[in-house]
């Protein structure tokens, strides 16, 4: 990322397989990763793989950068408190609206009639045997 700023280093070399974090204390964690149709064992548990201790803000985003060190970016603000750019455009002019030709009244439909009801049908007969 072009402008993180790194916190802790720590120089950890990332393998295959494993999702690198950082955990709550402020640690560099992995777990293993499970693939579709893989359930995950019960002896696997997250690792601490260097212990650098980084107190967290909540107005930044920490990850493992591509050295192994701890970096940390500005949390994008969202919603409405974002200020949209004015632009220096000046709006075109509308041009006049042309008047619509006049509609010669719409014909009224004519009556259908009342739609027959089907017949009730007899009870299937029985078979003797």
Known sequence: MANAEKVAKAGVTREGGWLYYIDKSGNIARSRMVRGGQKKKPGDKPEVIAKTG???????????????????VPRS???TARSKKKSTKKPAKKAPAKKAAK????????????????????PAKKKKK
Do not use: C, L
């Open 103 to 122: 509609k010669a009244p719409a014909k009224k439909a004519a009556k259908k009639a009342p739609a027959k009801k089907a017949a009730k049908k007899a």
């Open 54 to 72: 980084v107190t967290r803000d909540n107005n930044y985003i920490y990850f493992m950068d591509d050295a192994g060190d701890v970096a940390r």
């Open 77 to 79: 603000k969202g919603g």
